[in-house]
C-alpha cells in the first residue's frame, strides 16, 4: 500500500520524537504504527521499521516532505505528542522537538501550547484507564507478588498523573481489584492508538507474575478484543 503524505507525516513526527531522548526503544516502533489508522501491508511495516530506526532517513524525509493538508495538521501533532508521552511525560527534548515540527506545519507556539494542555488532558484520562487494567493483571491470580506491587508502583511513575493521583490509585487498586465490568468490551471501545498504549504499559507485568500464564492469556485475550495482531501483541509482550 501506498501511504499519503498525511500519514507520513504522523510517521516521521512521531518517530522523530521517539529519538529525541536518544535511539528508538524496543516497542516504540510499533506503537508510532499504531498512530495511523489503519493497518500496514508486511512489506511497508518492514520498509518503515528500517526508517523508523534511522535518525538521519527521519530527518531526510521530514526535511523534504510537503506539508500536509492544513485539516490533518493538529492530528499530525496531537499524534506526535501521544508519543512524547507514552513514556508519562514529555522531556525538554521532546518538548523542543514538538516545537520545530509545529513550526514547520506552519503553527504558531501559542497555538500548540494551548493544544498540548488539552492533549495532555486527554492523557492523563488514558493513564487512568491505564492504570485500571493493570491493576486487573496484577490481582488475576488473587496474590500480589512483591515483584507485581513494584512493577505496578514503577507503571504507575511513568502515567501522566499528579503524583497525589498516583498515591490514591495505588492505596485503592493494590488493595483490591477495580470492578471493571465488561473489561474487554471498555478497552474496545477506546481509540486504536490508546488501545495500543494499554497493552504497552501494561506488558510487563505479566512477567512479574508468579502465575505468568495467566497474565499472557489474559493479555492475548484483551489484545483480541483491542483487534491488535497476535504477534504485535507477543512483541508487546516481551518487549
Known amino acids: ?85 507514552a513514556d508519562g511525560e514529555a522531556s525538554a527534548a521532546e518538548v523542543a522537538m514538538m516545537e520545530r515540527i509545529a513550526a514547520q506545519l506552519g503553527v504558531t507556539p501559542n497555538e500548540l501550547a494551548r493544544w498540548r494542555r488539552q492533549w495532555t488532558e486527554q492523557a492523563a484520562d488514558l493513564g487512568e484507564h491505564i492504570a485500571a487494567f493493570a491493576a486487573v493483571m496484577i490481582h488475576l491470580d488473587g496474590v500480589l507478588d512483591p515483584d507485581e506491587i513494584d512493577q505496578y508502583r514503577a507503571l504507575l511513575g511513568r502515567l501522566p498523573l499528579t503524583p497525589e493521583r498516583r498515591d490514591v490509585l495505588a492505596r485503592e487498586y493494590l488493595s483490591k481489584r477495580p470492578e471493571l465490568d465488561h473489561v474487554g468490551a471498555r478497552l474496545a471501545a477506546l481509540p486504536r492508538e490508546r488501545r495500543f498504549a494499554v497493552l504497552r504499559a501494561i506488558g510487563p507485568l505479566v512477567s512479574a507474575s508468579s502465575r505468568a500464564d495467566l497474565g499472557r492469556d489474559f493479555f492475548l485475550e484483551l489484545a483480541a478484543f483491542a483487534a491488535v495482531p497476535r504477534e504485535q501483541a507477543l512483541r508487546l509482550l516481551f518487549a
Open 1 to 85: 500500500m501506498h501511504l499519503t503524505p498525511e500519514q507520513e507525516w504522523i510517521l516521521v513526527a512521531c518517530g522523530l520524537i521517539a529519538h529525541a531522548d536518544g535511539e528508538i526503544k524496543l516497542g516504540e516502533a510499533d506503537l508510532i504504527l499504531t498512530m495511523l489508522d489503519e493497518h500496514l501491508d508486511e512489506a511497508e511495516s518492514r520498509r518503515w521499521f528500517k526508517q523508523l530506526g534511522d535518525l538521519n532517513a527521519l530527518h531526510r524525509i521530514f526535511d523534504d516532505l510537503p506539508p500536509p493538508l492544513p485539516a490533518f495538521t493538529e492530528t499530525t501533532l496531537e499524534r506526535a505528542w501521544a508519543m512524547a508521552l
